[in-house]
C-alpha cells in the first residue's frame, strides 16, 4: 500500500492509502510513484489539496507522518509534533530535550524540566 497525507497550511490534516499500482509500482519507484499517486488523487478520487507520499519505513521525507505532524517544505520533510514546550527542534528535525536523557528508564517531567527515573 502506498501512503499520502493531505497538507494544508504544512500542517498534515488527513490521510489515505491508495493500491500500490494505481502508483505505478513495481515498475515507478519513488519519487515517480508520488506523482502518479498525486495524479490519482486528484484526477480520479477528485480529492483537492496539497497531497505527498510518506514512507512507512521512514524511507523517505524523514520520517512516517501522519494528523498533527508538519511538513518542512524546504528540507523535504515530516516533522513530528512538539513533545513538549521545552524541547526544542534540532537541525536534522528531531525533537530533543533541555537535558540529554539519562541511561536507562525515565520518563520527562515538563513541571521540573528534568528526567525522572521510573
Known sequence: ????????????????????????????????????????????????GVWKQVSYNGNFRKQYASIGYTYDSVADVFVAPQPFPSWTLDSNHDWQPPTPKPEGEYSWNEEELEWVAL
Open 1 to 48: 500500500m502506498a501512503h499520502f497525507v493531505k497538507i494544508e497550511n504544512n500542517l498534515v490534516t488527513n490521510g489515505i492509502l491508495l493500491n500500490n499500482d494505481v502508483c505505478g509500482e513495481p515498475t515507478l519507484t519513488y519519487p515517480d510513484t508520488c506523482a502518479a499517486g498525486r495524479a490519482f488523487i486528484a484526477n480520479t478520487l477528485k480529492f483537492d
